[in-house]
């Protein structure tokens, strides 16, 4: 299947390398593109040009940010002495939309994954052991992904966290809730059933 | 879910405007850009504007050309007596990459779909009349999707050029090629049943 144009080519090349997006796909967006009047994609170029020549990762959570300090860790009613763990910026919206949570964030930036070729030194893990060396924080909880990445980096975050005697929680595992017990997995189940709670007429 | 960066947010509204992309997968294409060099999105962006800026329509076939006419309609080699009706160059590059095809093409640039606001007058139909009205056209061959816009298309096409007595054909439907007979729906079962050709042992 060869591209008419070259330019067309190129720009097909350089959309199908997004994750998610195929060949087809991004053919698809590029006859898009040539369908709809030049200013919008002028307007589509500058905006991604603008994210990463702008958009800065806050220098405390590394949260993304307009700011040099996000409005999280900003915001004085929150919480300094709780942080919570997570993997990237989608956990924290994921988190903050639940409206629970009144501490801070630590966004790692990705999971340590050897078949990825991820290591503990490509996170950022440094800046939470300098937090904990320099300022008092009472709880660090872990909120990463049930997967084996997501395990192996609490196990290495696990090991590197406990000379300084914090509390370490991590999310806990269960049934979803408004799920039907008989679609849940037997490992799910499995931990649901010994981690079960204390009953209470107040439970959420 | 609430973006904590403007420049974040209005990048993932932009992306999420393409076809086939919702908003979860546009705020994860928007994190990759911000993970990897800005250089490497300053070039998609570059590309994306290079595209609709200098890529045109081939002055006669409306294919995408670099040059004012495409490859084909300059290729002297090509039956320009035959012409095949396509609804966009996904499928130009779809029936070149058989290499059973020497005419030439007609890309009208979508279907006819009341339900999308898509009228006749939308499409480039003047410019096919207008080509049966000024050279000898020997065949139009409707290469359209079997589908309610394809078959409305098809339709009108067939009207309007009935006039010049040309030879008029369509795609065979039937069986795919190496697929199973029972997978196939009853209604292209049917009509590869109504539609069926001499056996051949030279068949392929």
Known sequence: MEIPSKYLSK?????????????????????????????????????????????????????????????????????????????????????ESTGTYSGVYHVLGGLISPMEGISPADLNISTLIKKLEESTVSEVIFALSPTLEGDTTNFYLFKKLQSFGVFVST????????????????LTLGRSLQHRQPFSLQQK
Chains 1, 2 share one sequence.
Do not use: F, W
């Not at 405390?60 to 993997?87: G, L, M, T």
């Not at 809730?177 to 849940?184: F, P, R």
């Open 11 to 95: 720009a097909v090349e350089e959309i199908a390398s997004l994750p998610g997006i195929g060949k087809k796909s991004a053919l698809r967006i590029a006859l898009h593109l040539l369908r709809q009047p030049a200013k919008d994609t002028e307007q589509l170029s500058k905006s991604l040009v603008e994210l990463v020549t702008i958009a800065k990762s806050c220098i405390i959570c590394h949260n993304v940010s307009d700011e040099e300090i996000c409005p999280i860790c900003a915001d004085s009613r929150r919480n300094k002495a709780q942080i919570c763990v997570v993997e990237d910026i989608r956990d924290v919206m994921a988190i």
């Open 171 to 186: 999310l806990s595992r269960g049934i979803a809730v408004g799920s039907e017990l008989h679609y849940a997995d037997e």
